[in-house]
């Protein structure tokens, strides 16, 4: 048995209603678990979607917003470069576009190699004197097509990061296996949650960020100790 359809926005919801409903459902499966809504951030992921959208959100409180794509990602942060976003990355760091990347975002949350978290900071150093905050990305159930680092590799990396005094490394990002079973899927998240807590002993005050579940399991992911959830197609509608 597999995961069923994952929840999908209802176009005809109205932005309203959608923010409501991810809201409501992420404090519920936060109260569920004992855990205090509060802790658990919503990165509205804006991949593929207009300033139009995005402002849609920001009139609703939102402020941090995630995209994948760095030539689709630009032109918006500079239309919105006085709105007072914070900009996450969140797909794969091509080594070409890591000068931009330290220019223009707050975070990157998909690290997977010592030379893009070299090269990062190297870029950051030329460009601001404050530093960027990065996740090491997580290949959690080892899928050969995805990115991430082995689990087993992930302290090395960790600790090679924390040399570089222009990144603040804040945690974990992964994506679990999206064919999954639901068990399966949370197994992975509770995976997550331990190396982030056995981290956290052997890292720097900063150490704050797991950033895990989408609009399909967020809901196991709060529930096993995500402290940011990435939500697009449920706060924006599904892509066209």
């Known amino acids: 048995m597999f995961v069923s359809s994952p929840e999908v926005a209802i176009p ?23 855990r205090d ?15 139009a959208d995005i402002r849609g959100l920001l009139i609703h409180g939102f402020r941090d917003f995630g995209e994948s794509y760095v030539v689709e990602a630009l032109p918006k942060l500079d239309v919105l470069a006085s709105a007072g976003c914070t900009w996450h990355y969140v797909g794969v760091v ?3 576009k890591t000068k931009r990347l330290a220019q223009h975002f707050d975070w990157v949350q998909s690290i997977d190699r010592i030379h893009v978290g070299r090269r990062l900071a190297d870029a950051r150093a030329e460009l601001s004197t404050t530093a960027l905050n990065v996740c090491v990305q997580v290949n959690i159930d080892d899928e050969p097509t995805k990115a991430g680092v082995s689990v087993d590799q992930v302290p090395d990396l960790v600790e090679q990061l924390q040399q570089f005094p222009q990144l603040q490394v804040r945690g974990l990002m992964a994506i679990p296996n999206p064919k999954a079973h639901r068990d399966a899927t949370r197994h992975s998240f509770r995976r997550m949650r331990e190396l982030f807590e056995k981290l956290q002993v052997q890292t720097s005050a900063h150490w704050d960020t797991l950033s895990m579940g989408m609009t399909g399991d967020y809901e196991i992911a709060i529930e096993e100790g995500a402290t940011m959830i990435r939500i697009g197609t449920a706060l924006f509608g599904p892509r066209i």
Do not use: M
């Not at 005809?12 to 004992?34: D, M, P, Y």
């Not at 809504?37 to 300033?51: E, G, M, N, R, Y």
């Open 94 to 96: 091509q080594s070409n």
């Open 37 to 51: 809504p509060a802790q658990i951030k919503i990165l509205a992921v804006s991949k593929q979607k207009t300033v």
């Open 12 to 34: 005809t919801l109205s932005i309203e209603q959608r923010i409501k409903h991810v809201v409501n459902k992420a404090r519920t499966s936060a109260r569920r678990v004992g």
